[in-house]
């Protein structure tokens, strides 16, 4: 009984942020199931398995929109591994108040077996495997044959992997990570991001030839007690 209620103050207590599992009939999580739709929309010819969203800079969003994505895609009755390759500023262990002892640098660098490092959720279907330990060396990690070859086996054992990641156009770490997935969603934050940034990651992202799935506008103001999130697409 104790358990049970601890369990629900913590899923409760991520509320804010992960608002498709705190609030899945809200017009946000509305928004990001939409997200969802489209995306799955652009998997028609290529599966898109292998997800990674990004942006420019730090504090845009990457980390909300890639947990509440992964939420919904769970919702959806999809088995969903959301991995936090963010090596240099980890935040989902945080997020889905999990132990960070150990993580993808701890599995890469061959100190742990990656079924050792996985986590369940408080959210069905979704398992996170967190950073692991602050590595010196995150770039190298995020672009090494084992990393690649992690990437191949947990599809293995999952229908879709969640990569959350660096800003773009500060660590070199996005770029390399885009190199192994199906696909990027671009958060822009509004009135905060500017154009010319907004166009240099994707150029970034196009000179590697990253397949962009679409760009998500967060926290567009339109009602001031609400935050929204918008994504240049078809309509759910
Ligand atoms: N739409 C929004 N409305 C209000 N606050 C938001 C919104 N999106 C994100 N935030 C807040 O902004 C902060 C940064 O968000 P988040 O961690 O998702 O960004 P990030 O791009 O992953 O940052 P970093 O580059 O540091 O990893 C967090 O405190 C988050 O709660
Ligand atoms: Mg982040």
Redesign the pocket.
Known sequence: MLRRNKRRSRSAGSG??LITHANPTSPISKAYRTLRTNIQFTSIDNQNRVIMVT?SQ????????ISNLAVAYAQDGKKVLLIDC?LR?P?LHHLFHLSNRVGVSSVVSGQKEWNEAIHPTFVDRLSVLTSGPIPPNPSEIAGSNKMRDLIKELLNHFDYLFIDT??LLVVPDGIIISSYCDGVVL?VRAEKTKQQTALKAKNSLDYVKSKILGVVI??KKRDPNN?Y?EYYGAEE
Request: proline share 10%; no cysteine; glycine share 10%.
């Open positions: 804010n942020r942006s730090a504090g845009d969003g990457k980390t909300t929109t963010d500023k935040s660096p800003p958060v967060n926290d935050y999130y």
